[in-house]
């Protein structure tokens, strides 16, 4: 038996000032969207018997209508190839009350769409498997419904299905406000293969468990990371990750001020980021342990200007008073309003044209204020 694993595909999620020069929309919205995309044509080709998707179908639980029509046309060419497909709500796309009601009930009426929202472990068998699936449950735990699964006697082939970060030797989570977590040591050894979701890097967890990470980079802390689906062929026992063309994240080599003048950390960053190719590409440049004399006479704006030909440049300057005070106190840093700013309005569950409007009025005052 051949399946295909997919995870934490975020549809809905936008973030930056950027639009799609096509779509009109959101630049990185539709990156996710094409990234989603490209992760079912690849699936179709691979002519599985079985496609999982283990969770985060949408960014949230009330995605807008862009996110809901194209992952209704993706599950719609899933369902017309004749595929079995399993999926399962995770906690990005769980309602925290049961009478809101789970969006996945949109793909109820598919052929062959199998989607699964409600708490508890539901078995669904596809040919000679039985998948045994748990969406995102706070009441009951994952923990105790992870422990309640065991596989069917009935069947040659047991699968289980889960969104949940699990901790043993490696943690595997995302620091999120409503993750679950369980310890390795319940998941059992039986399962023919473990299909988890929430982890956005591909990983193995056990022999038979893996992630398959998320389609898209969603943060810096993933810039480093191959994504993609994966195939598993349960006769030969392999594994393998087919990556995606996705959009370059690139996290830059911190750049040490310590020492240094204004005028050196302008050229030593200028010679840093021109020696990469940023193009269209999201940027990130770490300045740390800028003295406050250096700080004060820095020119922001042309530090700003050297990333102009990125999708998206993001300028982090950690001064050295900060970052010897995080070090005692242990406090998480927080960067310049400007960019604070931008992170708090591309997370706003709001329209793209609202999200503009209020960067358009806001950024230009606190830039203002950081120069």
Known sequence: MRLVHISDTHLGFSAYSKLDPVEGINQRESDVYRAFAQAVDKAIELEPDLVIHSGDLFDTVRPQNRAIDLALKQMIK?????????????????????????????????????????????????????????????????????????????????????????????????????????????????????????????????????????????????????????????????????????????????????????????SEARERVSASAIDDKVVRLVVKNVASDAYRSLDIASLRRLGGSALHFELKLERAEETEKEEQAGDPHIGLLADEFRKYIASLDIPDEKKSRLMALGMPYLEREEE
């Open 78 to 266: 899933l369902s017309q190839a004749g595929i079995e497909t399993v999926l399962i709500s995770g906690n990005h796309s769980t309602p925290r009350l049961r009478e809101t009601g789970s969006i996945l009930r949109i793909f109820e009426h598919l052929d062959h769409i199998h989607p699964v929202h409600e708490p508890g472990v539901t078995a669904i068998v596809v040919g000679d498997a039985t998948v045994q699936a748990i969406p995102h449950s706070v009441t009951p735990s994952l923990s105790s419904l992870v422990r309640s699964a065991k596989p069917s006697k009935d069947s040659p082939i047991n699968l289980l299905v889960l969104h949940v970060g699990v901790v043993g030797s490696r943690v595997y989570n995302m620091d999120e406000f409503n993750e679950q977590t369980v310890p390795l040591g319940s998941i059992e050894n039986d399962w023919d293969y473990v299909a988890l979701g929430h982890f956005h890097e591909f990983a193995k967890v056990t022999d038979r468990a893996y992630y398959s990470g998320s389609t898209e980079r969603f943060g810096f802390g993933e810039a480093h990371q191959d994504k993609g689906i994966v195939e598993v062929d349960l006769d030969s026992h392999s594994i393998r990750l087919h990556r995606l063309p996705i959009r370059d994240m690139l996290d830059l080599e911190a750049l040490d001020a310590q020492g240094r003048s204004s005028s050196e950390i302008l």
